[in-house]
């Protein structure tokens, strides 16, 4: 989100004593959250053997590639060693996907996922509203135990859409144990993600009381506890404030975040921002800047010139009435947006809306100034466009596209399997329109990360729900009470 001055993963190796001490702490924090029943199941399971994705219609998003109205996808273990119009593969447990298209998983490259308990709580809000309510009197409020939840919450629901890779922006670091509740979340449940270590939310600026946090130093202990290696589903990065205009605590945030080598995640807005930010800062390719409301040529240019990334929250930008998305000034910076859902508390929380806001927010742009005379106006973006949007230009904005992004041999098994055979996108003419501007999560029938199956046959793998939403309702519940009668 945008933010005012006024409101504001595990390591795979752990030993099983330090996951142990830490589901303790959690507990220790609040009592609600206790360790997972099927914790030690999720830790233990690893890619293994070779799955062969049969007669599929392949969208790769690999140029190289390229789509094959029928092929077949071969996976050994995490890896995809082919891609190709037939695959022979003995021995192989095959999927036939006759009726599916098969294609990376999606890459959601913002979402503050501690917020998961508390979806669709303010559907009518602008964004003072939000500031107001959800970062002014929520946020204070939130134990280690809401966010632990909220983000398994966000985190099983994007896979379950078809998210196998998400930027946790957590501004949400209240204290060390919520930071570390945010991370076990995330390992648990499973999903590739880039955990965006934030500020706290005390109802005053973080840096007016340093009692209770210790951000952005405790960015360190994180590397060192949870992040010692990138060969992991979890990687880490660091969500700065650009302090609000306070080129001091900005240089304080990306000094941090450099010393220990994560990636930084700023929320940007206004004119000239990146421009005296880079008075500040030497601008780089590890910088991701989110909506760029009111972002002029110059600063674009400066981005562009950096190599940094440009996330996108359509749904955000133009339901909470904050800027039409400037989509146009980063196309014609030469810069490829990635895509992100933002706050689950009031836009869609699915990547096929967003690909469907993202293509109405520049075509109606180009309407606008068409009906205003202007000519030879900008190339309307395409439905591959947003798809590659939604997918590889993620994974170049977290590092990752040698991981991720693509079916390519070699890379991680980050897969879908998209129901074409369902009534809201059958007959297919066209899958690339049918994943765009057809499909929901309805169409989502498998998802695989690193090889490992997360949903098969439209059902999450290895997840009690009951216990999911039991522990939800107990978060609002208490959150709303904090807020209602505090």
Known sequence: MLHHPACCALNPHMSRRSLLQTGAAAVAAGGLVAASPWLDRAQ???????????????????????????????????????????????????????????????????????????????PDATLRDYLGLILGKYGPNYRPDDVYIGDLVSALSALDGGVTTVVDWSHIQNSPAHTDAAIRALQESGIRAMFAYGFPLLGKPWWADTSSHQYPQDIGRLRKQYFSSDDQLLTLALAATAGFGNMDIATKEWGAAREVGARV??????????????????????????????????????????????????????????????????LDAGIRPTISIDAETNVPTTMFAQMQLCLAAQRVALTQRKTQGEKDLPKMISVRDVIEFATIEGAKACGLDRKTGSLTPGKQADVLLLRKNAINVLPVNDPLAAITLGMDGSNVDSVFVAGIAKKRDGRLVGVDLKRVADLAAKSRDYLSGKVKGG
């Open 44 to 122: 233990a399971q690893q890619a293994s053997g070779r799955t062969l994705i049969k007669g599929a219609t392949v969208v790769s998003v690999d140029r190289a590639i390229g789509d094959l109205p029928q092929g077949d996808v071969l996976i050994d273990g995490a890896r995809i060693v082919a891609v190709a119009p037939s695959v022979a593969a003995d021995g192989a447990q095959v999927i036939d996907a006759a009726d599916m298209i098969v294609m990376p998983g999606f890459i959601d490259s913002h979402r503050h996922m501690w917020e998961g308990a508390i979806r669709n709580l303010i």
């Open 265 to 330: 995640t700023v929320h940007a807005s206004g004119k000239d921002q990146l421009v005296k930010l880079s008075k500040a800062i030497k601008l780089g390719p590890d910088t991701t800047y989110v909506h760029c409301g009111g972002y002029g040529t110059d600063d674009w240019k400066l981005m562009a010139e950096s190599g940094g990334s440009y996330s996108v929250s359509p749904g955000t930008e133009m339901l909470m009435d904050i800027v039409m998305p400037p989509l146009q000034g980063a």
